[in-house]
């Protein structure tokens, strides 16, 4: 199973900026981001598929973008303009088993990362 390194979390004041990086331990996987605040649904945020291709979700596409970068095996997520409902504990994930039907989603990752809080103060 691939293993994960995530970096990159931390506190910051509203508006602010941070970046996400998550390194695999391998080549050709699939990754994505998500992130999960206490007491609400894991969402996810950002997917990079093999060939290098990112898809933001639609709630932050304004303000986050994502790249991968395939000869690292890292998938970056930076965060601008960030609000306090941003707030959560963001996941790497890679190697997508299933994905969703019609979409660029995947429904099911093998791999996650062990979390990198993101804590936003107003």
């Known amino acids: 199973r691939v293993q994960l390194v995530e970096s990159g979390g931390g506190s910051v004041q509203a508006g602010g900026s941070l970046r996400l990086s998550c390194a695999a331990d391998?080549?050709?996987?699939?990754m994505g981001w998500f992130r999960q605040a206490p007491g609400q649904e894991r969402e996810a945020v950002a997917i990079?598929?093999?060939?290098?291709?990112?898809t933001v979700a639609d709630s932050v596409k304004d303000r986050f973008t994502a790249s991968k970068d395939i000869p690292k095996s890292t998938l970056y997520l930076q965060m601008n303009s960030l609000k306090p409902e941003d707030t959560a504990m963001y996941y790497c994930?890679?190697?997508?088993?299933?994905?969703?039907?019609?979409?660029?989603?995947?429904?099911?990752?093998?791999?996650w990362g062990q979390g990198t809080q993101v804590t936003v103060s107003s």
């Open positions: 391998g080549y050709g996987y699939s």
């Open positions: 994930a890679a190697d997508c088993r299933r994905w969703d039907s019609g979409g660029p989603w995947c429904a099911r990752f093998d791999a």
């Open positions: 990079g598929d093999v060939s290098g291709k990112v």
